[in-house]
């Protein structure tokens, strides 16, 4: 049996540091534009490539936290798909699911990064999705997906009603499903273990509604199980059981953003994976994020079990609270 079997595209990521270009906010500072020079040649500090995509990295985060981890996607015959398996192998991620578009090319990014904050540039080349047969897994964990992926997830929520013991089930949604709506995923919603969204989808998803605790219990509305929605530096918070936790950010000197998300979440379901509790959970979390945003990319900084525990006993005074 797997530990984790990861569902969503891959691509590779070029990440482009540049520091001659503004930024300009409205006046809650809500709404943020990078600004360049039009038509003008903007100088590159640093040029750097990398294997990504949310599912991707999270398999890989799975694998490095000792998880028995597949990976489903549909990657292209060019180099960037061959390079995407490479480096899966070398991971140990298992590639029994993944599917070569012949002829086809892989999905592409780049990465604007400035001042520690990232613009992504995205490209997804169309697919025909459809979910493999896949063997008896303790968790599943979707994600960002190009588009035409409405028969995958039917067929995802039919798998999951009729798979017994049923898999748990991790949720982030990328943007062109939650660009289909609430009413458009509520099925995977309700069927969800634990729901990850950064504080600005979750306000896509079920409206602006004030303090952080009513905007988890509106998500838990929707469905999951249990709510972690991510708040950059303001921490993550998770509802679970009526109850509400923060969780503060670790002090580390952050130099890029990309898979801040992504590995939080697979250090939240590593830890659920392998016995821990849900505030143990949010710790694990904490401390992937961390250790990622430190380096360049989202897969350099993903820890294994023995790293995140270092982590966490350095910063062993921060703790979740309950609000």
């Not at 049996?1 to 540049?18: E, W």
């Not at 360049?36 to 985060?61: E, T």
């Not at 939080?264 to 904490?286: D, Q, S």
């Amino acid at each position: 049996m797997l530990d984790l079997i990861s569902i969503g595209d891959a691509t590779l990521d070029t990440f482009v540091k540049i520091q001659d270009a503004s930024v300009m906010c409205t006046l809650e500072k809500e709404m943020c534009m990078l600004c360049l020079n039009y038509a003008d040649k903007i100088p590159i500090i640093r040029l750097d490539q990398k294997v990504a995509g949310n599912a991707c990295n999270v398999a890989v985060g799975g694998a490095r936290l000792d998880l028995k981890t597949a990976f489903y996607s549909i990657i292209g015959s060019d180099d960037i798909g061959k390079r995407i398996t490479r480096a899966m192998k070398t991971e140990g991620v298992s590639l029994k699911y993944l599917e070569i578009d012949k002829g086809k090319p892989s999905n592409y990014s780049v990465v604007l990064n400035y001042k520690g904050e990232r613009t992504i540039l995205v490209y997804h080349h169309p697919r025909r999705y459809r979910l493999p047969k896949l063997e008896p897994s303790r968790w599943l964990y979707y994600t960002s997906i190009g588009a035409n992926h409405e028969q995958l997830e039917s067929a995802l929520v039919k798998y999951l009603k009729n798979t017994h013991p049923r898999p748990k089930l991790g949720f982030n949604p990328g943007t062109h499903q939650l660009r289909k709506g609430l009413a458009r995923i509520r099925d995977v919603l309700r069927m969800t273990t634990v729901v990850f969204l950064n504080k600005e989808e979750a306000e896509g998803l079920v409206g602006r509604v004030g303090d952080i605790k009513t905007l988890l219990h509106r998500v838990k509305e929707t469905g999951p199980e249990i709510v972690v929605i991510t708040d950059g530096g303001n921490g993550s918070f998770v509802h679970n059981n009526g109850e509400c936790y923060c969780m503060p950010v670790f002090p580390i000197q952050v130099v890029e953003k990309t898979g801040a998300g992504d590995s939080f979440a697979i250090g939240f379901i590593g830890a659920l994976a392998h016995g821990h509790p849900l505030n143990e959970a949010l710790r694990w979390g904490t401390a992937n994020s961390a250790s990622v945003i430190a380096k360049i990319g989202p897969q350099a900084g993903l820890l294994t079990q023995a790293g995140i525990k270092q982590v966490i006993q350095k910063y062993q005074r921060i703790k979740p609270r309950k609000i």
